[in-house]
């Protein structure tokens, strides 16, 4: 039963609408104590998860693999030959309908009454339209991340750091620069994404009946399956794509495809408001699926993938229930 609710899961509703864009929420009350995340339908559904990710990593190093990768390259051309045009395109619209919404800062739940913000987010949108004000972008886009931190605290915020990563290749693709160790604007953008979404899977496990009213409204969506189990196997399907991010280049190619798909059919369920939140994301997915860097395959990368998702995996909990008792006091049991 695990197995298939998994597989479906991972074709269909992943990762699905921000649910603190259509659910009332409270960052204050107890998280699901550790004891009723960690049990057995949760192990089940991280062994699958190690699973996919290793014969993900088989496929890769073999003949089909190699297919796949030129079948990539040639579908996602023009993707990959555009893609700061895409981000400026995406981004600017983003921005311009914030500016349209008004009241809202990044986000649809982080509400301002602040008059100014969303004329400054009209000009963070004009700054697109040429790459020498890209930078000015950027900057904005830091300026308002930090007046969230302030409204809404470090915590909230750490759902959202893709925004800064967004930042970072908008402000190194108009300079014409790379970070030290080779590392590209788009790889600041896949790495802050992977952390952006194991962080929000996690959330899923910590605070499931936060989805619960949605199921109700669409009962479809859970598959049949009990609202406490789909949240588990959502929050692990998510949570193994994004790491996913992270890993060889077929393997992420991959995630970030199945991680577009269900981002797109979200909208379809959620509209406009989820196809305006999630606009930039989807844009970095369609980025990082176009991206035909190369890498050597090795065999020792697939022996530590297992350990590094188990790591990541140790860590993002044990961040997530950690802050939550530092900054409200309660227990991660």
């Given at each position: 039963m695990v197995t298939a609710a998994l597989l479906t899961l991972a074709g269909s509703t992943a990762a699905t609408a921000h649910v603190k864009w259509f659910c009332a929420y409270d960052l204050v009350g107890a998280p699901?104590?550790?004891g009723d995340v960690l049990c057995a339908d949760f192990e089940k559904l991280i062994g699958l998860s190690v699973l996919a990710l290793v014969v993900g990593g088989?496929?890769?190093?073999?003949?089909?693999?190699?297919?796949?990768?030129?079948?990539?390259?040639r579908t996602t051309a023009w993707a990959r030959e555009n893609?700061?045009?895409?981000?400026?395109?995406?981004?600017?619209?983003?921005?311009?309908?914030?500016?349209?919404?008004?009241?809202i800062i990044l986000t649809p739940e982080l509400k301002t009454a602040n008059a100014?913000?969303?004329?400054?987010?009209?000009?963070?949108?004009?700054?697109?339209?040429?790459?020498?004000?890209?930078?000015?972008?950027?900057?904005?886009i830091v300026v308002l991340f930090a007046t969230a931190v302030r409204e809404y605290g470090a915590f909230h915020l750490a759902d959202y750091p893709v925004f800064l990563g967004v930042a970072a290749y908008i402000a190194l693709t108009g300079l014409g620069r790379s970070l030290p160790?080779?590392?590209?604007?788009?790889?600041?953008?896949?790495?802050?994404?992977?952390?952006?979404?194991?962080?929000?899977?996690?959330?899923?496990?910590?605070?499931?009946?936060?989805?619960?009213?949605?199921?109700?409204?669409?009962?479809?969506?859970t598959l049949g399956f009990s609202g406490e189990f789909f949240m588990k196997a959502a929050g692990a399907v998510e949570f193994v794509l994004a790491f996913a991010l992270i890993c060889t280049p077929l393997v992420r190619r991959i995630a970030a495809i199945l991680l577009a798909a269900t981002f797109v059919s979200a909208i379809f369920e959620f509209g406009k408001v989820d196809a305006i939140g999630h606009a930039p994301i989807i844009v970095?997915?369609?980025?990082?699926?176009?991206?035909?860097?190369?890498?050597?395959?090795?065999?020792?990368?697939l022996v530590l993938t297992p350990v590094g998702?188990?790591?990541?995996?140790?860590?993002?909990?044990g961040l997530y229930y950690g802050a939550h008792a530092v900054l409200q006091g309660t227990t991660m049991l």
């Open positions: 699901r104590g550790l088989l496929l890769e190093g073999t003949v089909l693999g190699a297919a796949l990768i030129r079948s990539l390259d893609t700061e045009l895409l981000f400026r395109a995406v981004c600017g619209a983003f921005f311009v309908s914030l500016w349209t919404l008004g009241g100014v913000l969303p004329w400054f987010q009209l000009a963070i949108a004009t700054g697109f339209l040429w790459r020498r004000t890209m930078p000015l972008s950027a900057l904005g160790g080779g590392i590209r604007p788009l790889d600041v953008v896949r790495y802050t994404a992977a952390v952006t979404l194991m962080w929000a899977s996690v959330e899923k496990w910590a605070y499931p009946q936060w989805s619960f009213p949605l199921f109700v409204e669409h009962p479809a969506m970095a997915m369609v980025a990082i699926a176009a991206d035909n860097a190369a890498a050597p395959y090795r065999l020792r990368n998702y188990g790591a990541a995996l140790a860590a993002f909990i």
